[in-house]
C-alpha cells in the first residue's frame, strides 16, 4: 500500500507532462518545412506529371524497335458472278472467309529511331531539371517566409521588452509621485505610453500570427491555424557566420554555371533539339523493313460439287500462304517536307542556343545583385549594431535622470522610443543578411538551412 502511495504521485506527474507535450504546437525547423513543402507543393505535383510524360515518350521511342504484329478476319458473300480461290470469275454465289496475322519491323530508317530515342532521354532529363529548379525556388519562397517569421518574432520580443521597461518605469514614477518629486502627470504620461506600448505589442503579435499563416499556406497544410509554429534557432553573429558567404560574383557564377538546374535544363535541351535535326535529316536516307506475313481462307460455291468444294481442313491445308520479304522505301521527291523538316530543325537549335545563352546571363545578372543586396545588408547590420549600443548607452543615461527626477516623461519616451527603434532596425538588417548570404550560398551549390 505504501509502494502504491509512492508511485501514484509519479504516474500523476507523466499524465500531466505527458497532456501538456500534447497541447503544444509542433515547433517546426527550416528543414522540416521545406521538406513537407518539396513533397506536398501542387506545382511540383504537377512537375512530377511532366516528368512521367517525358518517361513515356521515351518508352515509345524505345519501343519503336519492335516489330507490328497485326491480324485480321474477313467474311465475304458474291452472289452472281464471283472470284475463285484461284483467281478466275466463275458464274456462281460464292463464300469464303479468309484469315492472316502478319509483322513488319524496321532494319534501317536512317537512323531516326535512336536518334529520337536519344532526344526523348534528354527531355526526361531536362523535365528532371526543370523540376529540380522548381524545388529550389519553393525552398527559397520558404526560407524567406521562414526569416519574416523569426523577424516578426523577434520585433515582438523587442516590444514585450519595451512594456517591461514602461511598466518599471510607471512604478518608479508612481514613487516619485507619492514623493512629491514629480507631478501626478507625469503618472499619467507614463500610463499613457505604457498603453501605447501594448498595442504595439498587440500589433506584433498579430505581425507574427500573419508571417506563420503565410508560411503555412505556402506548405500546404491542411490546418494552418493557431497550432502552427516554428522552432527559433540559436543564430550565432551573422557577421561572423556568414562573412564567408560573400565571394565575388565571377567566382560564384563559375561554379553555379556548372550545378543550377536551369542551366543544366538548357543544355539538355540543346542537345535534344541537335538530336531532332538528325531525325529530320533522316528522311534523306532509304527505309528498309522486314515483312513477315500468314494467311489462310475457305470458299464455298452454291451448287457445285464435292470436287470443287472440298472440305474445310483439306482447304486450310492447301490455301495457308507464308510470306517473307524485305521493302525498301527510296525517297525521290515529297514536296520539300523533309527540307523543310530539316530547316525547322536547325532554327530550333538556333532558338535553343539563344535561349541557353539568356538563362546564362541572367544567371549572372541575378548573381551580382545577390552579392550587391548581401554586401549592403553586411554593412547595413554593421551600422545597426553601432546604433544599438549607442542607444542603449542614451537611453540608460535617461533612465537614471529620470529614476532621480531631473528629466520629464517625454525625454524618457523618446530615449526609449529611439533605442526600440534602432533594435527594431538591428532585427531586420539581421535577417535580411542572413537570408542575403543562404542565397549566395544557394547559388554556390549550397543547401539553405539555419
Known amino acids: 500500500m505504501k509502494r502504491m502511495n509512492i508511485y501514484l504521485p509519479v504516474l500523476g506527474l507523466s499524465l500531466c507532462i505527458a497532456a501538456v507535450a500534447q497541447t503544444q504546437p509542433k515547433l517546426w525547423t527550416l528543414e522540416e518545412c521545406i521538406l513537407h513543402a518539396t513533397e506536398n507543393n501542387i506545382d511540383l505535383k504537377q512537375g512530377q506529371l511532366e516528368q512521367e510524360s517525358r518517361e513515356i515518350d521515351m518508352n515509345t521511342a524505345s519501343n519503336s524497335w519492335l516489330p507490328s504484329l497485326n491480324a485480321g478476319l474477313g467474311q465475304n458473300f458474291d452472289f452472281g458472278r464471283s472470284p475463285s480461290k484461284d483467281g478466275v470469275i466463275v458464274d456462281r454465289n460464292s463464300a469464303n472467309s479468309s484469315a492472316y496475322i502478319q509483322a513488319s519491323m524496321p532494319v534501317f530508317d536512317g537512323f531516326k529511331i535512336p536518334n529520337t530515342l536519344a532526344a526523348r532521354r534528354l527531355n526526361l532529363q531536362a523535365a528532371v531539371e526543370s523540376l529540380n529548379k522548381a524545388k ?48 501626478l502627470s507625469q503618472l499619467y504620461d507614463i500610463k499613457a505610453q505604457l498603453a501605447k506600448d501594448e498595442v504595439t505589442r498587440t500589433e506584433a503579435r498579430n505581425n507574427v500570427k500573419l508571417a506563420l499563416l503565410n508560411l503555412a499556406q505556402l506548405l500546404e497544410l491542411e490546418r494552418s491555424g493557431a497550432e502552427f509554429d516554428i522552432a527559433v534557432p540559436a543564430l550565432p553573429d551573422p557577421s561572423a557566420e556568414n562573412v564567408e ?35 529530320a535529316e533522316a528522311g534523306y536516307y532509304p527505309q528498309l523493313s522486314l ?3 500468314y494467311s489462310n481462307g475457305y470458299y464455298h460455291y452454291s451448287g457445285a460439287d464435292d470436287i470443287v468444294n472440298i472440305g474445310f481442313s483439306d482447304q486450310l491445308r492447301q490455301n495457308e500462304r507464308k510470306t517473307i520479304g524485305l521493302s525498301l522505301n527510296i525517297p525521290i521527291f515529297n514536296r520539300f517536307e523533309v527540307r523543310n523538316s530539316v530547316r525547322s530543325a536547325r532554327v530550333a537549335i538556333h532558338s535553343q542556343e539563344l ?43 535617461a533612465e537614471e535622470r529620470y529614476a532621480t527626477g531631473r528629466s520629464t516623461v517625454f525625454e524618457y519616451n523618446e530615449s526609449k522610443t529611439k533605442y526600440a527603434q534602432s533594435l527594431s532596425e538591428q532585427a531586420q538588417a539581421k535577417y535580411d543578411f542572413i537570408f542575403r548570404t543562404k542565397i549566395l550560398d544557394f547559388y554556390n551549390g549550397k543547401a539553405i538551412a539555419l
Open 291 to 293: 515483312n513477315l506475313s
Open 136 to 183: 529550389e525556388d519553393l525552398t527559397v519562397g520558404v526560407a524567406s517566409y521562414y526569416l519574416q517569421a523569426l523577424y516578426n518574432k523577434e520585433i515582438l520580443t523587442i516590444a514585450e521588452l519595451q512594456i517591461s521597461l514602461t511598466g518599471e518605469q510607471a512604478v518608479r514614477t508612481e514613487a516619485l509621485v507619492n514623493a512629491g518629486k514629480v507631478p
Open 355 to 397: 535561349t541557353m545563352e539568356n538563362a546564362k546571363k541572367a544567371l549572372y545578372k541575378e548573381i551580382q545583385q545577390a552579392y550587391f543586396n548581401a554586401a549592403s545588408a553586411q554593412e547595413k547590420y554593421a551600422a545597426s549594431a553601432r546604433s544599438v549600443e549607442a542607444g542603449r548607452e542614451a537611453f540608460k543615461y
Open 245 to 279: 558567404s560573400l565571394l565575388p560574383p565571377d567566382m560564384i557564377y563559375h561554379n553555379a554555371v556548372t550545378v543550377k538546374p536551369q542551366i543544366k535544363e538548357q543544355e539538355l535541351l540543346l542537345d535534344s533539339r541537335k538530336k531532332m535535326l538528325k531525325v
